[in-house]
């Protein structure tokens, strides 16, 4: 069964904005919810991911949040669309969106899973978030670096020659602290992640890891954008509402310290 989220208020210097009121499937219970027809018929549906990425997003009491739902909402409202988010494993998330069985998926990028894309037609917004990417390993690391720690679904775009190569290998866990816990039990050399979500991610546990950025490998830098099949329009729409609402977007992005 989903459950009802709480209406979403943003206040900025410029409008006051309320999200629509969202259903969302509780943890675990995914799978099902799109086979029983769960959504309401005119209910747009948007894939996202289980993955703690916070502060870009995470889910938090059940309910997806973070900079990317505020935007999201916020796009929503202006456009007296409803939606439900949809939490999924990056697998899943990716197979069900190429299937056409959402509406739309955040994040999404040209480069990710392009052997699931073939010969369907995508459209991106324009980028939500630009974002880093790098390979990190704790501070007191001494020795080589050939086994590297990622997300399992993720692609790793700042790397990818290296491991063609030979030179780097990937070990692919679950989720941020498990393998935030391999690189402190020097179970893998180091992480290729999203450098801001590490770095919290690393400070706020309960025994802290200092990590930073291997310098031989040059950071890797791009964008999340909002992608869909079924609805080009509102992906055209979605743009328009970036495009002339930027103090919006910029009170969303300093409310999470994000440039």
């Known amino acids: 069964m989903g459950t009802v ?3 979403f208020w943003l206040i900025t210097a410029f409008m006051l904005l309320s999200a629509p009121a969202s259903a969302e499937p509780a943890s675990g219970n995914q799978s099902a919810a799109l086979t029983n027809g769960q959504f309401a018929p005119d209910t747009l549906v948007i894939g996202v991911e ?4 916070a502060p870009y997003y995470h889910i938090q009491n059940d309910r997806y949040s973070g900079l990317a739902r505020d935007i999201l909402d916020s796009f929503l409202t202006d456009a007296h669309l409803m939606a439900d988010y949809y939490p999924l494993p990056v697998p899943r998330l990716f197979m069900l969106f190429t299937q056409q069985q959402l509406d739309f998926k955040f994040p999404d990028n040209p480069q ?3 052997n699931l894309k073939a010969g369907l037609t995508i459209h991106y917004s ?3 978030v ?3 990417e ?3 390993i704790l501070k007191d690391h001494q020795g080589p670096v050939r ?4 997300i399992l679904g993720f692609t790793t775009p700042g790397i990818n020659a290296e491991i063609k190569r030979g030179e780097l290998s990937l070990t692919q866990v679950n989720g941020m602290e498990q393998m935030l816990k391999m690189l402190e039990n020097q179970r893998i050399d180091g992480i290729y992640f999203n450098t801001r979500v590490a770095q919290e991610a690393a400070t706020e546990r309960a025994e802290p890891l200092t990590l930073i950025t291997l310098n031989s490998i040059a950071p890797y830098r791009y964008a999340y954008y909002l992608s869909s099949i079924k609805h080009p329009q509102l992906i055209e729409r979605f743009d328009r509402f970036m495009q002339e609402n930027p103090e919006v977007i910029r009170a969303i992005r300093q409310s999470y310290s994000v440039p």
């Open 134 to 136: 790098a390979v990190m």
């Open 50 to 53: 289980t993955t703690d990425y």
């Open 126 to 128: 324009q980028p939500v």
């Open 130 to 132: 630009q974002v880093t």
């Open 147 to 150: 086994n590297i720690g990622t």
């Open 112 to 114: 990710w899973s392009e």
């Open 5 to 7: 989220s709480r209406l």
